[in-house]
């Protein structure tokens, strides 16, 4: 299970300590019933990603986030078109340990933590990462792996292949204070004047899911040019899936899909 309901409480932690409202830092769109309707079953063909990187860059987004796995070729001229769309504007992919993956892509240099040891830090060995030439055009890579045995916690950083590696929490979190994130690996990870305390395994205390609702942007709207410039100009744009096909999250709100 991939979450992004993680992401956003980290996020949020961040955001408000710079006081600002999450809706004011970031756009959430995302493939629902609706949208498989009619633009076709998910996964989509990636060409749809390109065009919503497109119309992403011209409502004035800050980056895109991304949060699909693009770790396969599938139609190359839909790849290709993907490609040549994230030279536009920031964009971040993500990646997950999956140990059973005999052949994963690499994994750039410049998508680790230089100089900070993983420590005890959640850790995988394969998995799958992005496309080659994905990857060379991305902003970031974030990892997105848990430990279903602590579902109070986070990780910040992972360790892959015994490198040290940031969660995409920590990518979204970068992005949101516009800081370079400093990490104290075992003690805490600095963004700014903000601090979160990590422990010895670099995972972060999560608080109680708070209800409410989250202003989503169906994709197919996004598509069609029914979204204001005013909803997405300086944010960050995170794409998701919300269809039938995903699972839901139990919460101290009760359940609520996973990438709500």
């Known amino acids: 299970m991939k979450r992004l309901g993680v992401l956003l409480f980290l996020v949020s932690v961040v955001v408000s300590v710079r006081a600002a ?3 004011d830092r970031f756009a959430v ?7 498989e309707a ?4 998910f996964p989509l063909d990636r060409i749809h990603y390109a065009k919503a990187l497109e119309r992403a860059t011209e409502l004035k987004a800050k980056a895109v ?5 693009f770790d396969q070729s599938r139609n190359a001229a839909s790849d290709a078109a993907l490609t040549r769309a994230m030279t536009n504007l920031p964009v971040v992919l993500q990646a997950c340990f999956d140990n059973s993956e005999p052949k994963p892509n690499p994994l750039p240099a410049r998508f680790t933590v230089a100089g900070v040891h993983p420590g005890s830090s959640l850790a995988g060995r394969s998995g799958w990462l992005p496309l080659p030439a994905l990857a060379e055009r991305a902003r970031d890579i974030g990892f997105v792996d848990f430990d279903p045995q602590t579902p109070d916690k986070a990780p910040l950083v992972e360790a892959y292949q015994g490198k040290t590696v940031k969660n995409l929490s920590l990518v979204c979190l970068e992005l949101a204070t516009g800081q370079k994130a ?3 690996s ?3 990870v600095r963004l700014g004047t903000a601090t979160i305390p990590v422990d010895a395994r670099n995972f972060a205390q999560l608080g109680s899911f708070v209800g409410g609702k989250l202003n989503v942007i169906p994709l197919h709207a996004f598509l069609s040019g029914e979204t204001p410039r005013s909803a ?4 960050i744009v995170i794409f998701g899936y919300d269809g039938p096909k995903l699972h839901s ?6 359940a609520v899909k996973a990438h709500r």
């Open 21 to 23: 409202s999450f809706e």
């Open 29 to 35: 769109v995302l493939i629902d019933a609706e949208t």
């Open 249 to 254: 999250v139990e919460t101290d709100a009760g």
């Open 38 to 41: 009619k633009v076709g079953a």
């Open 186 to 188: 075992g003690k805490r």
């Open 182 to 184: 400093v990490v104290e």
């Open 65 to 69: 986030v991304f949060k699909f796995f």
């Open 232 to 235: 997405v100009e300086g944010r």
